[in-house]
């Protein structure tokens, strides 16, 4: 049963970099695309991005210019990078990963991360 | 981008059927079978119901079934049981920007 363990740094000031890493327990990042997905609190859900087991990214274009999603198959893990948050980047944010035959229905999702930034 | 529009809320008592929609456009919903539907309980991760518009996970209830008309996709749930108050959200793969969408979510109350 595969099952993704995240984990980040929780309180970031404004300007700084939200990082989180999503480590893959019990399969491979292999044949699939792997997302990031943020929910701010009461509100409803935004896809960041997505990586390939090989690296190759899709990004939200409203992030995209803050955004880095990468991988590390040594480690099975992905990760994270938002450059210069706001208050506005407040949320929680989920790793997931879809089914097999549907690269847009998350199957599989991290615990999530409750990412707060504020002065 | 907008997001997919969905009801704020439905209700239903034990025992009925309700049905949430999730209208898009062209560019996701009406031209793409790739809508899913989750639930999520408070303070928990979202959990996959409905994929490619009527497909269930295995372990899914069959009281939950997704259909989908033009540019709105639906998810209906029968037999209503108290387990099923939650917030659901409906999303799609949208053409423009290969971007995912996704919808604002509706509460469930199960009277």
């Known amino acids: 049963q595969v099952q993704l363990q995240q984990w980040g740094a929780g309180l970031l000031k404004p300007s700084e970099t939200l990082s989180l890493t999503c480590a893959v327990y019990?399969?491979?990042?292999?044949?699939?695309?792997w997302s990031w997905i943020r929910q701010p609190p009461g509100k409803g859900l935004e896809w960041i991005g997505e990586v390939s087991h090989s690296g190759s990214t899709n990004y939200n274009p409203s992030l995209k210019s803050r955004v880095t999603i990468s991988v590390d198959r040594s480690k099975n893990q992905f990760s994270l990078r938002l450059t210069s948050v706001t208050a506005a980047d407040t949320a929680a944010y989920y790793c997931a990963r879809p089914v097999r035959t549907s690269r847009d229905a998350f199957e599989i999702w991290g615990q999530g991360t409750m990412v707060t930034v504020s002065s | 981008q907008s997001a997919l529009t969905q009801p704020a809320s439905v209700s239903g008592s034990p025992g009925q059927s309700i049905t949430i929609s999730c209208t898009g456009t062209s560019s996701d919903v009406g031209n793409y079978n790739y809508v899913s539907w989750y639930q999520q309980h408070p303070g928990k991760a979202p959990k996959l119901m409905i994929y490619?518009?009527?497909y269930r996970p295995s372990g899914v209830s069959n009281r939950f079934s997704g259909s989908k008309s033009g540019n709105t996709a639906s998810l209906t749930i029968s037999g209503l049981q108290a387990e099923d108050e939650a917030d659901y959200f409906c999303s799609s793969y949208s053409s423009i920007s290969i971007l995912k969408l996704f919808g604002g979510g509706t509460k469930l109350t199960v009277l």
């Open positions: 019990g399969g491979s990042l292999s044949a699939y695309y």
């Open positions: 490619d518009v009527s």
